[in-house]
Every structure is written in C-alpha cells, then in structure tokens.
C-alpha cells in the first residue's frame, strides 16, 4: 500500500502516514477509476487506425465497423440494468410487509 500511495499517488510519506484508511481506499479507488478511463482512450485511438488501416487494405464488402474489427469490453457494458420480479413474489413481499406494519410475526422459530 504504502508503494502505491508514494508512487501512483505521489503522496508523501507524513501524508500517507496520516491519512485514514477509508481515505486511502478512496483515493485508490479513484484512481482505478481513472487509470480504466485512460486504457479505455488509448485501447480506443488505436482501434480507430486499426479499422482505417484495414478498411483501406480490403475490398468494399469487406470493411468493418471499429467494433466488428476490434470489439472491446466496454463495448457491451450496459447503460443501466433492470430488475422485474413476477407477481406472486410481488405479492408474498407485499403481505410480509402488511405484516409486518401491523404488528404481527409470521416468523415461526
């Protein structure tokens, strides 16, 4: 940890010394985040002349959009995700509920 917090993050060592352990994990955290951003550009730029390289090289049937030619993890990653759940789950969370605010236990120990 303490590699890391010198080196990626340029802390000092009285800083890293200092610093609680919740802060650190934010910090480390933050920047995964960027370092993922940052191989997400570069993996991108470098799939665009991919593609322009070989879309130039072959014959018109055979070109290939950017992610046909080089398709990339983060091209799947969905934009949100949605939870469904059946009726009579619906309706069983509904009557633990009921129960629930008004004081009785169903709960058989």
């Known amino acids: 940890m303490r ?7 340029g802390y000092t060592p009285d800083r890293f010394g ?6 650190f994990i934010d910090a480390m955290i933050g920047y995964n985040d960027a370092e993922y951003e ?3 550009a570069l993996a991108s730029i ?5 593609c322009k390289l070989w879309n130039i090289q072959v014959g018109r049937e055979d070109k ?3 992610n046909e030619l080089w398709p990339l993890p983060w091209d799947k990653e969905e934009k949100g995700m949605r939870i469904t759940i059946d009726e009579e789950e619906l ?3 509904e009557e633990i509920h ?11 120990s």
């Open 18 to 23: 200092r610093m609680l352990v919740g802060d």
């Open 46 to 50: 470098v799939r665009t002349a991919t």
């Open 91 to 93: 309706r069983k969370i």
């Open 38 to 40: 940052r191989v997400k």
């Open 98 to 108: 009921e129960s629930i605010l008004n004081g009785h236990n169903n709960n058989k």
């Open 64 to 66: 290939l959009k950017e």
């Open 3 to 9: 590699r890391f917090a010198l080196g990626c993050l």
